[in-house]
């Protein structure tokens, strides 16, 4: 019998590739078993639920846990635009004992993206009308008049929006690495981060930094160009956070199938092409100088994202008015990830917040 090498060749890859899925997904489900199992709120009124609502028209996802159905409302806003944050909020799993934390993927976000999204829905405006009907979902659901409004990064944007059109719904407000002026943010990286190649040495950072010229960029290539050399010149003694570190946290993730995956991926590349050019007119300074509820601002001291600089974000802090009070609350060692990057303080401050939010 004559033997074919191509089809023994390709049969043994064939099987070797079958068994290495095999592996990885054997492997993730252990992962997942863990995480579930670690995180697991022990009691008989918990909630933990992954849960389709309808908001503008579209249907998006929620992640939902909580000890019990007392504790105050917390509606996150993940960051991006279009990047969810579901994947990763086991790492703050015991926020479940303080509050019924609300992790939602935003339209054209992860579980929320579809294909046949009409690109035309995708506007701040839209999104911020989105998180408004939220609230008001969950305030009637948990029979709370007001929650506790969370955004990081992008959900700042659409999380002081929010906050700014409707205070009376809120206990309070708190930024996480709070865009304040990413056009001048971008122009003061730029600046910093070529200086740092001039000095260095650095011929190639040097010469693609001048190849894309000073901020704003005419695409999202140029853009990530210059976060390519702002992360590179970073501080010396602290990394942001990898994409191996991503990827090992969304990897153990119960609630994020391998569909989610494909379609966090695919969502983040719609959002931020159809969003990318309005969230960067934000103008926080010029446009929301006053706001009427109390206001916190978590920043991580290395964080020098292009649009989101700390600097930034502090100097925002120190000129907005809010009478209800104010605190800057930064975190030494993080950078634009605070939650993830020291995620004890992270839930030690929230939890001081929920001590100042009335029993309703």
Do not use: C
């Amino acid at each position: 019998m004559e033997i074919n090498p191509l089809k023994s060749v390709a049969r043994f890859v064939t099987g070797g590739l079958a068994f290495i899925v095999a592996g990885l997904v054997g492997v993730r489900a252990a992962a997942q078993y863990r995480t579930a199992t670690r995180t697991r709120v022990a009691s008989p009124d918990a909630i933990n639920s992954v849960e389709k609502i309808h908001l503008g028209g579209v249907d998006q996802w929620l992640h939902i846990r909580a000890r019990n159905h007392s504790l105050p409302v917390l509606l996150f806003l993940h960051g991006g635009p279009g990047f969810s944050e579901m994947p990763f909020d086991h790492v703050n799993a015991e926020l479940a004992e303080d509050f019924i934390v609300v992790q939602w993927d935003q339209r054209g976000t992860g579980k929320s993206y579809r294909p046949s999204l009409d690109a035309k829905t995708l506007t701040v405006d839209r999104i911020v009308a989105d998180a408004l009907e939220l609230t008001d979902s969950l305030r009637a659901r948990f029979g709370q008049r007001k929650i506790l409004l969370v955004g990081h990064s992008w959900g700042t944007i659409i999380g002081l929006r929010a906050a700014a059109r409707h205070p009376e719904l809120f206990h309070a407000y708190v930024g996480i690495s709070q865009v304040a002026d990413p056009p001048e943010s971008e122009r003061m990286m730029y600046r910093e981060t070529l200086a740092r190649a001039e000095q260095s040495g650095a011929s190639e950072g040097e010469a693609a930094l001048r190849a894309i010229g000073l901020p704003p960029y005419r695409s999202v290539e140029d853009y990530q160009t210059m976060n390519r050399w702002i992360h590179h010149f970073n501080d010396a003694e602290y990394r942001e956070m990898s994409p191996a570190r991503f990827g090992a946290l969304a990897f153990a993730s119960p609630v994020y199938s391998w569909l989610d995956f494909f379609r966090l991926w695919r969502g983040f590349r719609f959002s931020f092409a159809h969003l990318w050019r309005e969230a960067f007119a934000t103008n926080f300074p010029a446009q929301i100088p006053h706001l009427d509820l109390p206001v916190y601002f978590f920043l991580g001291r290395h964080d020098h994202t292009s649009t989101v600089s700390a600097e930034m974000a502090e100097k925002y802090w120190e000129m907005l008015d809010a009478p209800q009070g104010k605190e800057l609350v930064w975190f030494e060692n993080s950078g634009h990830w605070p939650q993830l990057n020291e995620p004890q303080k992270y839930r030690a401050q929230l939890r001081a917040i929920a001590r100042t939010i009335p029993h309703e």
